[in-house]
């Protein structure tokens, strides 16, 4: 049977750096959530200006994970939830990672590598979420702590939530600056100069077959 950890919100940086690539974990607690750039943007000029940010995001999980909500004046209403891809926002997370201290981020499709450096430095993870899993995901949502920003769409507004083992959720970059990507696309790599053999000798047959 495979193992899952379950791990309990906020983590201090020992839960994290004992954590590895490959590790199934569920989180349950307070999260923050957002899918828009223009709230990684705003974020940024918070933080040039020092100004306080509404919610706080030290040692906090900050998840790219968009949602599907019904604005009910007061606060929000998730009627779904699901990952959106987080190499849109590797121009910023470095920063956000370093100044935040943040334990967790995720969402799909990783980060790069002046991430995963950030991530090594401070004591961060980062955890892939189950595409297409929004039944999954939004089932672990039992309220709506905070919301910020009303002027933007209830999509890219940063919002916190209390979750209860949302998951099982994969690290695929851990403390220790490994990547799942990176292994994924070296071992690619590495089968490019057979798969290009095979293809050249197929070529060659086929151009003998037709002559």
């Known amino acids: 049977m495979t193992h899952v950890s379950h791990l309990q919100l906020p983590l201090d940086e020992a839960t994290v750096r004992n954590l590895s690539v490959g590790d199934l974990v569920t989180l349950t607690g307070d999260i923050i959530v957002t899918a828009g750039l223009p709230t990684h943007?705003?974020?940024?000029?918070?933080?040039?200006?020092g100004q306080d940010l509404p919610m706080d995001l030290r040692g906090a999980t900050l998840l790219h994970l968009g949602s599907y909500s019904r604005d009910t004046g007061d606060t929000l209403e998730i009627l779904y939830m699901n990952p959106t891809t987080?190499?849109?926002?590797?121009?910023?997370?470095?920063?956000?990672?370093r100044e935040f201290g943040l334990r967790v981020v995720g969402g799909k499709g990783g980060l790069d590598a002046a991430s995963t450096e950030a991530m090594q430095q401070t004591g961060c993870i980062y955890l892939s979420f189950l595409g297409g899993g929004a039944a999954l995901h939004t089932?672990?949502?039992?309220?709506v702590v905070d919301v910020a920003w009303p002027?933007?769409?209830?999509?890219f507004r940063l919002t916190k939530l209390e979750v209860e083992k949302l998951g099982p959720l994969t690290v695929a970059i851990d403390a220790h600056g490994n990547s799942a990507y990176d292994r994924l696309r070296n071992n690619a790599e590495a089968l490019f100069p057979e798969i290009l053999k095979e293809l050249e000798a197929d070529r060659i047959r086929a151009s003998t077959t037709n002559s």
């Open 41 to 49: 943007e705003r974020i940024l000029e918070y933080l040039d200006r």
């Open 86 to 97: 987080s190499t849109r926002f590797n121009p910023f997370m470095p920063r956000f990672i």
């Open 139 to 143: 089932t672990a949502i039992k309220r």
């Open 151 to 155: 002027d933007f769409i209830a999509h």
